[in-house]
């Protein structure tokens, strides 16, 4: 596991970037699993920066998003699509056609989880996964006590999780009961993860992932039995580990 821990919140969004940018120069073709939530959207915005500057070109990217809310049109601005429309596909040179998405309302729940199984094993498996964490452990939807062995699944979203999500759909009751996720193995079969996390709050459980027992009933925790994981933080997110 590489950890990084940044000074500030500008250096801790630079890194994830840089993370990105290494990769696609790398391997220009590169498939990249994105994460949403409140602690991506500065790194999103330095990709979009930097694509403006012509210095890094995803015109052979291919994306997927990690979950996504259910029961919501996918135009909703609470969407996990509306927001990676709005903070990185209009910023960047992506295709349309390399941009694919959990659908967020399908007429079978069960079909689009097979179809978004399929579709990851049929690009190749995804090359870097950006995760963020929930207060819980949580990664992607997948709350405490899924198994580990799960592939793209429905989940029930804990009142926790509704809670911090509010920001995404103005009041709690419009935040969806459920959502749809690739599981933990879909996680752990891709080749590179990197994990996000900044400020006070996280620090506890980020502690508790990357330090702790490995359990069901902290997902992230997994993440200790990956070989190749890339772990970001911010000083303040880093802190109990860091014994500060
Ligand atoms: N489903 C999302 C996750 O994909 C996200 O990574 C996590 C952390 O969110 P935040 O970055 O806002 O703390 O929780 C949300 O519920």
Redesign the pocket.
């Known amino acids: 596991m590489k950890l990084m821990i940044k000074d500030n919140k500008q250096e801790f969004d630079y890194a994830g970037a840089m993370e990105i940018l290494n990769l696609i120069k790398e391997k220009p073709n590169a498939v990249i699993g994105l994460?949403?939530?409140?602690?991506?959207k500065g790194m999103y915005d330095i990709l979009g920066d930097l694509c403006k500057e012509k210095q890094v070109d995803f015109s052979r990217v291919t994306t997927l998003n990690?979950?996504e809310y259910l029961g919501i049109e996918s135009s909703n601005s609470g969407s996990c699509k509306s927001y990676l429309n709005k903070r990185l596909y209009t910023k960047v040179n992506l295709k349309q056609e390399n941009i694919h998405h959990l659908n967020s309302n399908p007429e079978d729940y069960e079909k689009e989880c097979c179809r978004y199984n399929n579709l990851i094993n049929d690009l190749g498996g995804i090359d870097l996964l950006i995760?963020?964490?929930?207060h819980n452990g949580?990664?992607?939807?997948n709350e405490p006590n899924t198994p580990f062995d799960s592939m793209v699944h429905i989940c029930n979203l804990t009142d926790k999780?509704r809670t911090?999500?509010i920001w995404s759909f103005g009041s709690k009751d419009k935040v969806p009961k459920k959502?749809v996720?690739m599981g933990i193995k879909n996680i752990m079969n891709s080749k590179r993860l990197m994990l996000l996390a900044n400020g006070d709050s996280?620090s506890q459980i980020i502690y508790k992932a990357l330090k702790g027992k490995v359990t069901e009933e902290v997902p992230a925790s997994v993440l200790q039995l990956h070989n190749d994981v890339v772990v970001v933080l911010d000083r303040e997110a880093g802190k109990i580990l860091l014994g500060i």
């Not at 949580?138 to 939807?141: A, D, E, S, V």
């Open positions: 994460a949403t939530g409140n602690t991506p990690l979950d995760l963020g964490i929930g949580h990664l992607g939807f999780t911090a999500n959502g996720s996280k």
